[in-house]
Structure formats: C-alpha cells, structure tokens
C-alpha cells in the first residue's frame, strides 16, 4: 500500500489556499513559459523513495501519462503491477495482487500536490506556492500554507521538457522521479483514461 499512498498523494486531493503568489517574478514567470505549452504528456518513469537518512525504501518504474484538463494514467510495471487511472472526475487505483480496485472522486484542489503542475491552472499554482530557481530548469516550489502533502517540490527540465520532480514530505522521506523518452504534447485517446474494472475483482467505494 505504500506505492499506492506515495503515487496517490502524486496525483490527486485536499484543499484549497488564498494566499498570494510568492518567489521573485522573474522566476515564476519561467516556470510559467515551461508550463504553459504543456497540454499532454507521455513518458517512462522510475521512482525512488528514501527516508531521511538517504536509504532506499522503495524503486517502481513504467508509464506516466497525462492530458488537461486532469487526466492521468501512472502505470507501475515493475516491482509489482499497479495502476492509477482518472478522467478528471473519478479516480481509480487498481492492485492486481491484491485483486482490489478503489474508486474515488478526483478532487479538482489538487493545490496540496504536484499535479497542480501539470493542471494547465496556472493562476492557482501561483497561489498555492513560493516559486524559485535553482539553476537553469530547476525550480523548487513551497507551500504556502499548511495541509500540503509534502514539505517542498522540486522540478527539473531538460530542453524545455520536464525530466524529474522530487518532493521531501514531513519525515524527511524523499520521493524521486526521473522521466525518459518523453513525449511532449502527443495525442492521447480518451479512453486511456478511463479504467474497466476486471470481473472477480473486490470494488471499494470512497465517495
């Protein structure tokens, strides 16, 4: 369930923030011209996970996919098969070893995680954190206010196409991404995004 909790927490949730844009300008405005042109994206992903202390806890790799407005598709096929599907409305996490699938809502204030990135609302991304750059196409990013799944983001690019994000939570725990053979702006059906529910499968409801 840890893979499950880690890639939900990724994807979707909590509440939303009023605070005002922070960071310098000049920053936020980068993040936004690397942003803005993004309406789908299609790459390969492995996932590491340390705690604190820089051991590593747990490593996934497969299939990241996503198209605005809040469709995604985070397919695990290695260690362990594992799929996060949503159309923007409803959300499911499938466990074939466990022959479970649960349905939830897809909460559209999705300021609390990193899929705010990737909304096409940029306007509420501005809101929601303090925005700077390290280097050149690496920017980290904080909440502003409390209630955010982790404590700081950080997302790279490489020729304008996002390569990695990173985020640290409250223990110190550090979840890596890194995206490869990335594709920018592709064609994806709608029905990617929608998830059949195998038959002999346990449905759980969290509406």
């Not at 469709?71 to 070893?97: E, N, Y």
């Not at 649960?102 to 306007?123: H, K, R, W």
């Amino acid at each position: 369930m840890r893979l499950i909790k880690s890639i939900a927490a990724i994807l979707a949730l909590v509440t939303s923030f009023a605070s005002q844009a922070g960071g310098v300008p000049e920053d936020i405005q980068q993040l936004r011209d690397l942003l803005q042109p993004i309406t789908s994206l299609s790459a390969q992903f492995k996932q590491q996970i340390t705690d604190a202390d820089g051991f590593e806890m747990q490593a996934s790799e497969g299939l990241f996919q996503i198209a605005q407005p809040n469709k995604l598709r985070w397919i695990v096929a290695q260690p362990m098969p594992q799929q996060v599907i949503s159309d923007g409305v409803t959300l499911w996490l499938f466990d074939p070893d466990l022959e479970q699938v649960v349905i939830q809502p897809f909460d559209a204030n999705i300021e609390s995680t990193p899929a705010i990135l990737f909304s096409g609302d940029l306007e509420r991304l501005d809101r929601a954190y303090f925005i700077r750059q390290l280097s050149d196409g690496v920017f980290t990013l904080t909440p502003e206010q409390g209630g955010s799944l982790f404590t700081g983001l950080e997302i790279g690019f490489a020729d304008g196409v996002p390569s990695s994000i990173a985020l640290t939570d409250g223990l110190g725990q550090v979840t890596r991404i890194t995206f490869t053979e990335v594709a920018y702006n592709p064609v994806l059906a709608d029905d990617l995004f929608v998830f059949e529910i195998p038959t002999d499968v346990d449905v759980i409801r969290n509406d």
